[in-house]
């Protein structure tokens, strides 16, 4: 199974702190564990050196005759004398660092004893059930031969228990804790931290549908402040655009609705009917224009401020005004739970836009609104001939028409659903083109939930 890093920063970084956090702490153990078990080996060296001195050092102060009895007489559980002699060149005879400790010392104590020699013996134990406790023994067998001068030898015996492991209960409990702290400490502290990449990314979405949203706080490290303050100035510098490219519009329609009608003035007065008629009809085209590139302006004017909206009551609503007017419209029933933030203005607007293509090019409109788990689709179908499926998105860019117009009659100017689709895009959504199964084009919005 192919291991998956965590999809956040937070969460990555919480991951490689964690791995540090183990492998430090366990290569700590390690060389501690090491180290523990050597100074307690050469402690036990020294101090079983260290008592066998002092036995020898008292048996020799004794006759040889009253030497064995000295000795068993110094016998504790610690340190015990073997009855025979022994092999002490047994081939399991192991030799580390206590055995030559052991050797070094009892040779240095009796450096100025002739004849005397010390032969230490280090056996490993098989493992056996101690007395005291069903547990098994495990460790080393001493046998410590001493020569004294007079061609007598004595052999000590000990066992050597080898030290519990440090990696206990204890220790388990102290590293899960400390670990816990650790990460709960670090996940704090770099939640700080990528806090504010999370609110660049929310006003990054926002700014498509709102680009008069409040800057971002430039705080936190120095690399995401500097993003911050980034983001700021391009959202300044797109507002001022955005802004000047309405009123610079604005002002156009202006003078172009104030040359159309001065125009049309001038056509009323013509004495001809026929040049009177195709003059109006010339007028009627560019007013038709006109208005088709100021609804295509008026779909990115940020003007309007977003509120919650029910857009199932929003189709429901337009589409009852509609049919008090004559057109041949039907609300097909919405869903619960279709509340989103929006400009309704606007979006009521695009709804009109695609229910009127709706009824010019397939007679009828139906209307449906359908809530989904984190969208909300709003769906204008027809009965016309459909879009042929190579054209489909094309006929979302400005002035795009068609080769073959829908039916027997052309009309518009392209931009019917180009200021649809801007209006959607504002809102963070998806204008969607489908042909149906049976004839007909289906026409979607699909905008995100709240």
Not at 96 to 110: G, I, M, P, T, Y
Not at 224 to 250: D, I, S, Y
């Amino acid at each position: 199974m192919k291991f998956r890093l965590p999809h956040t920063i937070r969460s990555r970084t919480i991951l490689v702190l964690f791995c540090a956090f183990l492998l430090s702490h366990t290569i700590s153990l390690a060389i501690y564990e090491f180290n523990r078990d050597k100074t307690i080996l050469l402690t036990e060296a020294t101090d079983m050196a260290d008592r066998i001195i002092g036995v020898v050092e008292l048996a020799r102060s004794f006759p040889e005759r009253d030497r064995q009895r000295i000795l068993a007489a110094a016998e504790t559980q610690f340190l015990t004398m073997f009855p025979e002699p022994g092999n002490l060149d047994d081939e399991r005879c192991r030799d580390n660092e206590f055995s030559h400790r052991l050797a070094e010392s009892l040779d240095a104590a009796f450096a100025d004893v002739p004849d005397f020699h010390a032969q230490v013996c280090l056996r490993r134990l098989k493992p056996a059930p101690l007395l005291a406790r069903n547990e098994p023994l495990h460790g080393f067998d001493v046998l410590v031969a001493v020569n004294f001068p007079d061609n007598e030898r004595a052999v000590f015996h000990a066992i050597l228990p080898e030290g519990e492991s440090l990696i206990h209960d204890a220790v388990l409990v102290y590293l899960l804790f400390s670990g816990l702290i650790a990460l709960l400490l670090a996940g704090y502290l770099i939640r700080k931290t990528v806090a504010p990449l999370g609110q660049l990314a929310k006003a990054a979405d926002s700014i498509g549908t709102n680009i008069d949203t409040p800057p971002l706080p430039e705080n936190g490290p120095t690399e995401v402040a500097a993003a911050a303050r980034a983001f700021n100035r391009m959202q300044q510098r797109l507002a001022r655009m955005v802004h000047g490219q309405t009123e610079m519009l604005a002002a156009i329609s202006h003078d172009l609705r104030s040359a159309v009608t001065r125009l049309q003035l001038r056509a009323e007065l013509l004495q001809d009917h026929q040049e009177r008629e195709g003059l109006q009809r010339v007028v009627d085209d560019m007013k038709t224009m006109i208005q088709s590139v100021l609804d295509f302006v008026r779909g990115l004017d940020p003007s309007e401020t977003p509120r919650r909206t029910d857009l199932s009551a929003l189709a429901e609503s337009l589409c009852d005004d509609l049919k008090e007017e004559g057109y041949p419209v039907q609300f097909c029933g919405g869903g619960t739970d279709c509340v989103t933030e929006c400009r309704p203005v606007v979006l009521r607007r695009s709804l009109h836009n695609l229910i009127d293509n709706a009824i010019k090019y397939g007679s009828e409109a139906k209307v449906s609104v359908e809530s989904r788990a984190d969208s909300i689709h709003i769906a204008v179908e027809d009965c016309g001939p459909g879009i042929p499926a190579h054209e489909l998105e094309a006929v979302l860019q400005p002035f795009y028409r068609l080769e073959k117009s829908r039916n027997s009659k052309t009309g518009g100017v392209g931009l019917g659903l180009s200021i649809t689709g801007n209006t959607v895009q504002a809102h963070g959504g998806e204008l969607l083109l489908e042909n149906m199964d049976g004839g007909g084009l289906r026409v979607q919005m699909k905008l995100s939930k709240c």
